[in-house]
């Protein structure tokens, strides 16, 4: 039984604690200080009505949403700052007495201001009316609002009896705004399909049910409602738990487990604060292999085993503290090192980017900021390999607790994933933690990303991916996936039978195996078929300089070559560059990318096997 929350001390310091934030570690202390003054000599962004509506005309949410971005983390590091540095002025000073506290009111009131907080495609209310402008008297409650009651309520509690001295009125006017937008539409509107009831649930369930939770907790002052309010985010976060695989893996990929299980632990972490007997679902055995799924699909410094929408890349600015954290409490400090590394790859111990209320966590603990500033983890997470019998993916590497030579992935699955792609089969080879057979990743999100029209983005397709095209590309839905899956350990390998994920007809039989042979050093992909459209090809997306001949090939990136070997009289090359314009791609592969074709060449070939050397 949740504790009364009104009864529990929540001991999170705020902005007059000052032994906790004159303590913060310097070099942290330091980049937010710096990060806070190039803030304050660039205008702050601004939100344009006809921004927001352009995913109605042209399909462009970024216009918007990058606005709407980069206005919180500017309020987010000037919340920082006005708490490192703790200036305060009364309401009657005149500007200039406390520039970072200032400059975050100028923020907060900003974003209370704007009509919405909900991203355009994601505004049902909106699309039914037919408008390409919000009603700000029919609020939809998605992760954009989420993202701005966090704001809030983090903003409110770390710096409330500065912002009452300040701006006397203004925690109100955070209130209203806050009950308006999210707190009342989550109390009225039981049947939000990211809730997740009937079984669906996704990254949404946590992500808005951890913000909401924040919201009651820091900016609800009726207790008895807050206490109802809780309750039902602990009813909504068991929803969330009863979705997700017991092996600890994720079908959206590794950018989205910071978006989902991630934020659930963080959930938990504040349901503990708030009630001496944590209130919320039980912690489970689950969760150590929840917390195990990030370092599983770590390639090399970076770079990571990407299914789903995630990027190979993964961006560095992630609360790290949280599996370092819960690593420590499980007992497994290979997780935790996994976290500390992430953290010193990316050179700071607290990134503002990953929002307030995690950005305040990792700052006032001082531990996690010296594990993360110092020295190098003795204990290696790589390991040698791993088997998610969930999603279908194995991951090997030739070393154990090393990315030195060769490491494979490979994933069997269906087509009806979250953030699926249609690679029902695909395969990723790297060496030396860096990939060269890969999947592309997702492209910059537009209006018609998650509608009807996914799939005619070159990304999301099949013909771009690692797997076989008999004559026809795959097709979606979660009836169109592998069969006869098994993974041997030992070799290791993973066998499954694909011709489910085509169309009806194209294929009678299409069985791949994919094998790490460590004593060889290579990896070797086997296709056996029957009753196959022509023509058949084999599509390879390779990422570097890449020259061939006759039965081989060399694909090469910063100063690794990895050698491809078959046989040339059963199967011709075609070679595609594939020139990169957008954004979030080039960050993972620059400019380009290379599709490399095997073309069958003999209608009686039913066997073709490529190995992939060092």
């Not at 300040?166 to 955070?174: F, I, K, M, W």
């Not at 090399?300 to 409490?329: F, I, K, M």
């Not at 797997?467 to 993973?494: C, F, I, K, N, Y």
Request: with cysteine; net charge negative; hydrophobic share 45%.
């Amino acid at each position: 039984m949740l504790e009364r929350l009104s009864e529990v001390d929540l001991k999170l310091p705020d902005v007059t604690d000052r032994a906790t934030w004159d303590a913060a570690e310097p070099s942290a202390r330091q980049d937010i200080l710096a990060e806070a003054a190039r803030e304050l000599d660039r205008p702050a962004p601004q939100l344009l009505a006809g921004d927001w509506a352009r995913p109605f005309r042209d399909g462009n949410r970024g216009a918007y949403e990058t606005q709407v971005r980069l206005l919180k983390e500017r309020v987010t590091v000037l919340v920082l700052a006005a708490v490192l540095t703790g200036e305060a002025a009364p309401a009657t000073a005149p500007p200039g007495e406390c520039p970072h506290l200032d400059a975050a009111i100028d923020g907060l009131v900003a974003l209370a201001e704007a009509t919405t907080w909900c991203w355009a495609p994601h505004d049902r209310f909106t699309a039914a009316r037919g408008d390409v402008l919000p009603d700000p008297d029919e609020p939809f409650l998605d992760l954009g609002a989420a993202d701005v009651v966090s704001l809030f309520a983090w903003a409110d509690q770390v710096l409330g009896p500065h912002l009452d001295l300040r701006a006397p009125g203004l925690r109100r006017r955070l209130r209203r705004e806050a009950d308006r937008r999210v707190l009342g539409p989550f109390e009225r509107i039981r049947d939000w399909a990211w809730i997740g009831a009937d079984g669906t649930a996704n990254n949404w369930n946590p992500w808005i049910h951890g913000a909401v939770l924040a919201a009651a907790v820091f900016l609800c002052t009726d207790h008895t409602r807050r206490d109802r309010l809780v309750r039902l985010v602990c009813e909504g976060l068991e929803h969330y738990l009863a979705v997700l695989p017991d092996d600890g893996a994720i079908d959206e990929g590794i950018a989205y487990w910071w978006q989902g299980p991630c934020r659930l632990l963080e959930a938990l972490d504040l349901l503990d604060l708030v009630s001496e007997n944590g209130g919320g679902p039980d912690r489970c055995e689950r969760f150590t292999e929840l917390l195990r799924y990030p370092q599983r699909m770590h390639l090399g410094e970076d770079w990571y085993v990407n299914v789903g929408d995630a990027s190979a890349r993964l961006l560095l600015t992630q609360p790290w503290h949280v599996p370092y954290q819960w690593g420590l409490r499980l007992g497994q400090p290979e997780t935790a090192a996994h976290a500390a590394a992430g953290a010193r790859l990316s050179g700071r111990a607290v990134h503002p980017a990953a929002g307030l209320g995690r950005a305040l966590a990792a700052l006032r603990d001082p531990d996690w900021c010296r594990a993360a500033l110092e020295g190098r983890p003795d204990t290696p997470w790589l390991a040698r390999e791993a088997w998610f019998p969930r999603v279908q993916i194995l991951v090997a590497r030739e070393e154990n607790g090393r990315s030195d030579g060769l490491a494979v992935a490979a994933k069997a699955g269906h087509n009806g994933e979250h953030h699926n792609h249609l690679d029902v089969g695909t395969y990723w080879v790297a060496l030396d933690g860096r990939p060269m057979v890969v999947d592309a990743g997702r492209p910059t999100y537009t209006a018609a990303t998650f509608g009807p029209n996914r799939y005619d983005a070159w990304p999301f397709r099949s013909a771009w991916h690692n797997v076989p095209e008999p004559g026809a590309e795959q097709v979606t839905g979660s009836q169109h996936g592998a069969r006869e899956v098994l993974a041997d350990l030992s070799v290791p390998s993973l066998r499954a039978e694909l011709s489910g994920a085509y169309p009806d007809g194209a294929v009678s039989r299409w069985q791949r195996t994919v094998r790490l042979r460590r004593a060889e050093r290579e990896v070797v992909v086997e296709d056996e078929w029957d009753g196959a459209l022509n023509p058949v090809l084999l599509h390879h997306l390779l990422a570097g300089s890449v020259e061939c001949g006759e039965g081989w090939a060399e694909v090469s990136a910063d100063g690794r070559t990895l050698r491809l070997a078959w046989d040339a009289e059963v199967a011709a090359v075609e070679v595609r560059e594939q020139p990169l314009d957008d954004p979030l791609l080039r960050l993972s592969w620059g400019n380009v990318l290379t599709r490399f074709t095997l073309r069958v060449t003999d209608p009686a070939v039913r066997r073709v096997a490529v190995r992939w050397r060092r």
